[in-house]
């Protein structure tokens, strides 16, 4: 089986740039999705495929891709930004199996 | 616009079978995996399974004794049933629409639509 890793805490100052890195096996096969998860509300999608953005989803969100590891890049972070952010695939060893991140808590400072 | 709407019991005693549906409105039924995915308290996301249009299912290794996930494409639902719960159990239960995106140079799957989550406490 494979599973993916994040780190558990990241801070930014408000309007610099944050970067939340994601690693595991699964990534050398698909691309990760991201997803941004504020208290008491259902996870929202913000980066899938290669670089892909939902409507709605400001540009400052970003992601990218290399070799095992994903990284969603927010350029400027915004105080709304503070959320749990969650990466995910499909598991490259069983195509029939989900893998979830631990998820990174991210403080704007 | 895409919505999912859920429901179940948010209550349950130990040994008792745990049951949600979520009714899918908008969008393609038959295109999409539609999958239940949980959340303990203060803790991360957990994918319990999926199913597709025709009823073909994955569950997750660790839970798949005790977990069915059906549908009812009449209906555009799909249900959750786990048996013999646990304070183990306890969490927000979330449903949500799966895609699959299989090409020449890109795998990838994402979930773009959730429902609103359901909070279920077992407890004696």
């Known amino acids: 089986s494979s599973e993916l890793t994040q780190d558990p805490a990241v801070s930014v100052a408000l309007g610099q740039t944050v970067r939340i890195t994601c690693q595991g096996d699964?990534?050398?096969?698909?691309?990760a999705s991201w997803y941004q998860q504020k208290p008491g509300q259902a996870p929202i999608l913000v980066i899938f495929g290669k670089n892909n953005r939902p409507s709605g989803i400001p540009d400052r969100f970003s992601g990218s891709n290399s070799g095992s590891r994903a990284s969603l890049t927010i350029t400027g972070a915004q105080a709304e930004d503070e959320a749990d952010y969650y990466c995910?695939?499909?598991?490259?060893?069983?195509?029939?199996?989900?893998?979830f991140g631990g998820g990174t808590k991210l403080t704007v400072l | 616009q895409v919505q999912l709407q859920q429901w179940g019991a948010g209550l349950l005693k130990p040994s008792e079978t745990l049951s949600l549906t979520c009714a899918v409105y908008?969008?393609?039924?038959?295109?999409?995996?539609w999958t239940w995915i949980r959340q303990s308290p203060g803790k991360g996301l957990e994918w319990i399974g999926e199913i597709n249009h025709s009823g073909s299912a994955n569950y997750n290794p660790s839970l798949k004794s005790r977990v069915t996930i059906s549908v009812d494409t009449s209906k555009n639902q799909f249900s959750l049933e786990v048996r013999s719960v646990t304070a183990a159990d306890t969490a927000v239960y979330f449903c949500?629409?799966?895609?699959?995106?299989?090409?020449?140079?890109?795998?990838?799957?994402?979930?773009?639509?959730w429902g609103q989550g359901t909070l279920v406490t077992v407890s004696s």
């Open positions: 995910h695939s499909r598991d490259n060893s069983d195509y029939h199996r989900v893998v």
């Open positions: 949500a629409r799966g895609n699959d995106i299989v090409t020449t140079y890109d795998l990838y799957y994402y979930f773009d639509f």
């Open positions: 699964s990534l050398r096969s698909y691309y």
């Open positions: 908008g969008g393609s039924f038959t295109d999409h995996y």
